[in-house]
């Protein structure tokens, strides 16, 4: 059903956007949500971003990702609309973390000023974060439930133990870092980024803002990794300006998903992982 409605896309992507917009329905198995969601992306509609954020909290994790792509790369009203909506309360904001490097780059300078208004942090705001989970240290983690609790807010990006994908650094031999620099790496993750998995941002001739990992280069093109190992090879010529970004691609503000309970159960599991 998601190819039936991928064909249905190019053929009649404009016409069938109500069709589209139905199938984004928990009822729907999340490959078709998917297929619909990324079908309303070629749509100029003005209401496919409110359509989008109205169905917001009904979407799978897989989905909303889906749905952030199709916000960010609709240009700059539909970004705003989305900022406008973790600034009024209907998007959390650790739902976009993985997005702000291409957000403080933005070209709309409304953007740009928005973004880091809801996402900055100073040094010491996060100081003060990693202050209040160091009580985790302190605490005896159950191995089992810190699993689950990398499963679901680290498997994207990371692989460990038979769970999740590999686009950040690897983690075999994290057990054999002292707890108190692996809670570090955890609250304040672009304090230190290791070589090789820098996030690079990519602005292209077309206003699109893509950032990820360098994967792979040629002298005619280069391949970011990002999250869930997706793949995305760039053409040079259509590159108008690329950089290293400071920031990881490891967001900060895991401490929104994860208890201070939890944080002592995913170093448990950290520590045990072989």
Known sequence: ???????????????EAALFEKLIDPQQPDGVQVAAVRALSSSKDAQIGQALLAKWREMS????????????????????????A?????????QLDPYKPRLFMDRDPAVRDLARALFEQSPAQREQVL????AALNIEGDVARGKEVFKRVCSKCHALDGVGVAVGPKLGTVRNHPTSELLVDIIMPSKSIEQGYETYVVDLASGEILDGVMSAHTPATITLRQEQQRETVISRENIRRMYVSNVSMMPDG?????????????????????
Not at 1 to 15: F, G
Not at 260 to 266: E, P, Y
């Open 131 to 134: 202050k209040q989970y160091q």
């Open 1 to 15: 059903r998601a190819d039936a409605v991928a064909l249905l896309a190019l053929a009649h992507a404009s016409s």
């Open 61 to 84: 994790p897989q989905v909303r990702a889906e749905a952030t792509n199709v916000m960010l790369r609709g240009g700059p009203d539909r970004t705003r609309l989305l900022l406008e």
């Open 254 to 274: 895991l401490e929104k998903q994860v208890s201070i309970q939890q944080m002592a159960d995913l170093l448990a599991f950290l520590k045990a992982a072989r």
């Open 86 to 94: 973790v600034k009024n309360g209907d998007v959390q904001t650790w």
